[in-house]
């Protein structure tokens, strides 16, 4: 998975550089509407579409009902019984197609976390440094050192915390690049970017991991190897909100908001009952 992750992101990647200079909302924008056309070409193909528009074809006669006969309680109570019968007909067929949309749209945004989520230091920002050794550690950590290129600058000596099996760094960017933090732990070595923009977007990778689920939550970088020394190396990078109209909002309220109106913008022209 994190060699799929790892490649995955390659493509990513190039579909956003030649994104790196706006303001991220509108890479964000064009995301939203490629997600958006993806999720309703799902739906299309993975549903029943007859069945559908048939439960949403009853559901509107029955609300027209209550309208017209709203004088009539008899009528009223059956033609709401006849809305939330076809209410659920309408949930069964579309909860297949939404399984089917699930896997893809929960895979783009995981990769799209890591250039909206978080933003790159800029120079003269601080960020903490976090590595965790693995379980088959003694409670006494082994002794790990921390180098780094001139971009990089190690404000403060390793806080240890032998119960969390953690060190710890404050580190303070000093030139804008891709730089190498290098970790020496018992004579072996492992490696770790971190990123220092002056605004561009970029992505960043703040955790690289030996589990799983750390790297599929986190791609963008090899993947530590099973049964190493360490288990994890994080950077603490700061959040990136987007702004909408003066407002920051979170990414994925932007993302998950545009791409809802780009599918219902989209689903008469691609013939799609939603």
Not at 230 to 255: C, D, Q, T
Request: aromatic share 12%.
């Amino acid at each position: 998975m994190g060699y799929f992750n790892l490649y995955l992101s390659r493509v990513i990647d190039l579909l956003l550089s030649p994104f790196r200079t706006l303001d991220p909302f509108w890479p964000l924008l064009i995301f939203s509407l490629i997600t958006g056309i993806i999720m309703l070409v799902i739906f299309r193909y993975t549903s029943n579409q007859k069945e559908i528009k048939e439960a949403k074809d009853k559901i509107r006669a029955y609300l027209f009902e209550i309208r017209l006969f709203k004088d009539d309680l008899g009528i009223q109570l059956s033609a709401q019984k006849n809305i939330l019968i076809h209410n659920l007909r309408y949930m069964k067929h579309a909860l297949k197609p939404m399984l089917f949309m699930i896997i893809p749209v929960v895979i783009i945004l995981i990769q799209l976390d890591g250039w909206f989520g978080y933003r790159p230091l800029k120079v003269g920002e601080s960020a903490i440094v976090s590595v965790n050794f693995s379980d088959g550690q003694a409670n006494a950590l082994p002794e790990v050192s921390i180098q780094t290129d001139k971009g990089i600058i190690v404000e403060t000596p390793p806080l240890r915390i032998p119960t969390q099996k953690e060190a710890s760094w404050r580190v303070r960017a000093n030139e804008i690049g891709e730089h190498d933090l290098r970790f020496n732990v018992s004579g072996s070595t492992f490696d770790k970017s971190i990123i220092v923009s002056d605004g561009q977007l970029k992505r960043v990778s703040r955790v690289v991991a030996s589990g799983f689920w750390d790297n599929f939550l986190n791609p963008g970088e090899q993947p530590l190897a099973k049964n190493s020394l360490m288990k994890k190396i994080e950077i603490n990078y700061p959040s990136r909100s987007i702004e909408i109209f003066g407002w920051g909002i979170h990414w994925l309220v932007a993302f998950f908001i545009l791409s809802i109106v780009f599918g219902f913008a989209f689903k008469g022209l691609l013939k799609v009952e939603i």
